[in-house]
C-alpha cells in the first residue's frame, strides 16, 4: 500500500534548501517557482522565467508570517486585475523582499502540505477531499475537512 505522507514529502523535498523565486498565477491556481531561474520559450513562441521547481496549487491554500494569515486562496478568486495584483504582491513578500528559503516540508495522509520558510513563513495547502455517502437507492458526494 502506498503511504501517501511519504510520497508527498518525498517529491517535495526537491524544495528544501531552495528559495522562492517567482509568484504567478493562471486564473485562481497560484504557482509558486523555486531554484534559479532559466529562460524558457513556450509554445507560442514567448519568452519567460522558470524556476528549476515549479509547483501549481488550484486548491485551499494560505501563506502565515509567524502565525498571522497574509493571503488565502480567496486572493486569487477575484477579476482579472484583483488575481494579478495579488500574486504581484506575494512576489514582493515572498521574491523580491529578500530569500525565502524553503527548510522543511510536511505532508499528511489526506494531501495536505505545509511548506515552513525562512522569516516565519508557511504555506499549508488543503486540498479538497471527497467521501462517497450512500443514502438509500442513491449515493452523493460531500466535502470533508482536511487538516494537518
Same mark, same amino acid.
Given at each position: 500500500m502506498i503511504d501517501t505522507r511519504k510520497e508527498i514529502e518525498r517529491h517535495l523535498s526537491a524544495l528544501r534548501g531552495l528559495n522562492v523565486s517567482g509568484i504567478s498565477h493562471a486564473a485562481n491556481m497560484l504557482t509558486m517557482q523555486f531554484g534559479s531561474l532559466r529562460q524558457v520559450t513556450n509554445f507560442k513562441g514567448a519568452v519567460k522565467q522558470v524556476g528549476e521547481w515549479a509547483l501549481h496549487i488550484q486548491c485551499n491554500w494560505q501563506i502565515?508570517?509567524?502565525?498571522? &494569515? &497574509?493571503?488565502?486562496?480567496?486572493? *486569487?478568486?477575484?477579476? +482579472?486585475?484583483?488575481?494579478?495584483?495579488?500574486?504581484?504582491? *506575494? +512576489?514582493? =513578500? *515572498?521574491?523580491?523582499?529578500? *530569500?525565502? &528559503?524553503?527548510?522543511?516540508? =510536511?505532508?499528511?495522509?489526506?494531501?495536505?502540505? &505545509? =511548506?515552513?520558510?525562512?522569516?516565519? =513563513?508557511?504555506?499549508t495547502i488543503t486540498p479538497a477531499a471527497?467521501?462517497?455517502?450512500k443514502t438509500g437507492d442513491s449515493s452523493r458526494q460531500r466535502p470533508m475537512q482536511s487538516t494537518l
Open positions: 502565515e508570517r509567524t502565525g498571522e &494569515i &497574509i493571503a488565502t486562496q480567496n486572493a *486569487l478568486s477575484g477579476t +482579472d486585475e484583483e488575481a494579478h495584483r495579488a500574486a504581484e504582491q *506575494l +512576489d514582493e =513578500l *515572498l521574491v523580491k523582499h529578500g *530569500l525565502t &528559503i524553503v527548510e522543511d516540508v =510536511l505532508a499528511n495522509e489526506s494531501g495536505g502540505v &505545509i =511548506l515552513s520558510m525562512s522569516e516565519g =513563513l508557511r504555506v471527497y467521501r462517497t455517502r
